[in-house]
């Protein structure tokens, strides 16, 4: 891969595993949380402190969440609906999380970052409910997409998937934690949930998928990430 954008940097997880697998790829990361963007840049790496949206130059409200900053976001509904908010089986430290602070962060569409850079060979998206907004800026076909998902909210998922058939996607694949083990032949099961650059093993239609099988959103318990390509 020669151009990966990682959208939802947070500490750089998934960008320095990107140069480990790919170490002459070049990364355009996008951070909303300015208290963390503090990696410098170099000639493979550029970092910037914009919360990507479907609005060019908005001044947009985002949630820090001090004691957990990986669940900073810009999404009320997550806030609201999250597994961290609602608690699951798993996690019973439910309504201990605080998004008190909301600071303005200037917008940009993925649309002015392919402009600016070039299209991606992959667009990484994690940014805690707000994926949807987040492929809304994206409005003609790029090259392989992938983003978070959780069951608890579960309809961003049809939303997200019906405007990335609009502009071309039509093959869909799955990996993830589910709670029901690794019993789904359409969908690759993984304990670790969202393991960095590592592809589903099939593809199939989004109905191929049938999702409504491992996702209900009063569980609060799977989630993954989901891959779109045009291939």
Known sequence: MKLIFDVGFNHGEFTDACFKKFPNTQVVAIEANPNICTRPNNDNFVLLNRLVS??????IDFFIEHNADGISTASPEFMDNSRFTKGSKYITTKNNHNWADAVKIPS?????????????????????GYEYTVLKGLTKQAKDICFEYHEEMDDE??????????????????????????????????DKGDPYLEYP?????????????FLNKDRTLNYGMMFATTK
């Open 54 to 59: 479907d609005k060019n130059d908005e001044e």
């Open 108 to 128: 940009i569409t993925l649309d002015n970052l392919i402009e600016h850079y070039g299209t991606p060979d992959l667009i990484k998206i994690d940014v805690e």
């Open 157 to 190: 998922i049809f939303k997200i998937v019906e405007h990335l058939e609009s502009i071309g996607y039509n093959n869909f694949g799955m990996i993830g934690y589910f709670d029901e083990g690794d019993i789904f032949e359409e969908v690759t099961h993984s």
């Open 201 to 213: 093993k099939s593809f199939h239609t989004f109905k191929e998928l049938k999702v409504d099988r």
